[in-house]
């Protein structure tokens, strides 16, 4: 494995090889980041993963701060998965700030994490951008946890037209059910036991939904028994997998995507079902 911290070094080395399957991660990396290099190692490329945390798509300085780093443990991880480069930029190479790579997302006004997280995308797309036009990638390989996210970017590399295929996996989850998330380490101790309470509302959603009269009635239902269990929900909502927007009569592949805080720390997770 090797890690490579300048983007000349990095030009150079991967000029001479074959396919690249890249996954971009802000590092503290867990499972669910490991089974991402487990799916672009199946591909039989050359895999390259990025750590880098992109101050640009985070609302606040705090959040930015107390985001966990743990390169060492990281590269320990990396190694064991046979990762071939690991690519560590700094935020100057980078050249993110006030360099926004600009991508119309007012057709992806889902409100969903982009109406709570003002310029998160922008910043996402920036940085993807970024990595894409560096590295440039056959595949990027995204999990299915921030869905929003991948859905964003996958309409954003279609639409630039990167030659790039995006390969999504689905969300790792502890035993308790809890999606896996470098956020998880904050989660203050008095609350882990109702942290797993997300995903169990989003299952209820998936079982229930059919007895309930309307959409909105289990989104109701969920946000207040959440909210009663201390969480501070910003969405509960079930959309459409192929638009993400409120689906019409006939879709029957949806989504259920929640969002909420417990504490300070925020969390999302989401299930897909069919109707
Ligand atoms: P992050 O380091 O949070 O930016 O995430 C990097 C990539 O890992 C993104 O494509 C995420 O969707 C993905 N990811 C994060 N958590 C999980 C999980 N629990 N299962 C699968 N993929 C995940």
Not at 14 to 42: C, W, Y
Not at 70 to 84: A, G, P, Q, S
Not at 86 to 101: E, L, Y
Request: aromatic share 8%; with cysteine; proline share 3%.
């Amino acid at each position: 494995m090797k890690t490579i911290k300048g983007i000349h070094e990095l030009g150079k080395f991967i000029l001479q090889k074959k396919e690249i399957a890249f996954i971009p991660t802000m590092g503290n990396l867990h499972d669910g980041h490991l089974a991402l290099v487990r799916k672009a190692r199946s591909l039989n490329k050359l895999v390259l993963v990025s750590i880098f945390v992109n101050e640009i798509q985070f609302n606040n300085a705090a959040d930015y701060n107390s985001y966990p780093r743990t390169l060492k443990e990281d590269l320990i991880k990396l190694r064991k998965e046979n990762v071939d480069i690991v690519f560590v930029p700094n935020k100057k190479q980078m050249n993110t700030i006030n360099n926004f790579i600009t991508f119309d997302l007012k057709k992806m006004q889902h409100g969903l994490c982009d109406k709570n997280r003002p310029g998160h995308f922008e910043g996402v797309i920036s940085i993807i951008a970024r990595f894409c036009n560096i590295i440039r990638p056959s595949y990027l390989i995204m999990g299915k946890k921030d869905y929003q996210q991948l859905f964003i970017v996958k309409k954003f590399l279609n639409e630039f037209c990167y030659p790039i295929k995006v390969l999504s996996v689905n969300t790792k989850r502890e035993q308790s059910g809890l999606a896996m998330s470098s956020r998880n380490s904050l989660i203050a101790k008095k609350h882990l036991l109702i942290a797993p309470m997300l995903y169990q509302q989003l299952t209820y959603i998936k079982t229930n939904l059919k007895k309930m009269s309307s959409l909105s009635s289990i989104e109701k239902k969920v946000a207040s028994e959440l909210e009663k269990n201390g969480w501070k929900v910003e969405y509960v909502t079930i959309r459409s997998q192929k638009t993400l927007f409120i689906p019409t009569c006939n879709e029957r592949k949806l989504v259920a995507l929640v969002a909420a805080y417990l504490g300070k720390v925020r969390l999302i997770d989401n299930i897909e079902f069919c109707i």
